[in-house]
């Protein structure tokens, strides 16, 4: 049985630094891509950091050069490390996994990555 965790989440200032984790469970991350999503209250999810198969990794144009996505295998763990965190960062942060090797092609082709996690909330005051 597939089992993502996220944890990690919780209240921070503007300018403040987060790191989430997702411990994996029930298969093993080689094989899979992986990403992270967020959805705030009133928006659409969206995609925030993807790692691919082969280790190729995609960020949106809203989290680059302040979040770094990061994969240990050996612990099937993934990471998201938020920094400068600002007020539009919040929301309540997925990890997600799929067994196709890209998450970015997973995206393309519109279907919905087929193991979730609860979620962690990550709230940014100003």
């Known amino acids: 049985q597939v089992q993502l965790v996220e944890s990690g989440g919780g209240s921070v200032q503007s300018g403040g630094s987060l790191r989430l984790s997702c411990a994996a469970s029930?298969?093993?991350?080689?094989?899979?891509?992986m990403g992270w999503f967020r959805q705030a209250p009133g928006k659409e999810r969206e995609g925030v950091a993807f790692i691919d198969d082969d280790g190729t990794i995609n960020y949106a144009e809203s989290v680059k050069g302040r979040f770094t996505i990061s994969q240990d295998n050996a612990k099937n763990t993934l990471y998201l490390q938020m920094n400068s965190l600002k007020p539009d960062d919040t929301a309540m942060y997925y990890c997600?996994?799929?067994?196709?090797?890209?998450?970015?092609?997973?995206?393309?082709?519109?279907?919905?990555?087929?193991?979730w996690g609860q979620g962690t909330q990550v709230t940014v005051s100003s």
């Open positions: 029930g298969f093993t991350a080689i094989g899979y891509c």
């Open positions: 997600a996994a799929d067994p196709r090797p890209s998450m970015t092609t997973v995206q393309a082709l519109g279907v919905t990555p087929l193991f």
